[in-house]
């Protein structure tokens, strides 16, 4: 069983781009798997709803709705960066779902396999996972 972990900004692509996640994970992942997110990463969620207005804060309180509804499972986390999270807890059966490009390149540079979102229209597996 695969574990995919679903960066922060990875959640809001629903209202944001106005693409499935969720469905589009399954038509790539020809395999079993498992949806994880940090607890941290609730909490930059509700940091966005605090602090941002429009189409960012509607994408976090989406987000949050979504973590329930899809039944995805939260990692607790002490009070640290998601990306240093990420990085310090992957291994050869984690895929990260991330948009963020530094966090993308750090996870190439460790051979990694993550799902990323091509041409603001569908998602991808890319690196290791190929």
Known sequence: M??????TNFLMIPIQFRVDIFSEIDRICDFNYKLFIFEQSINELKNIIEKQTGKNKKAA???LKLIKLKNIGIIKSEKENVDALILNNISKDTIVATQDALLKKKMIEKGASL???RQKKYLQLAGKAL
């Open 115 to 117: 799902i990323i979102l």
């Open 61 to 63: 309180q989406f987000a």
């Open 2 to 7: 695969q574990k995919i972990i679903i960066d």
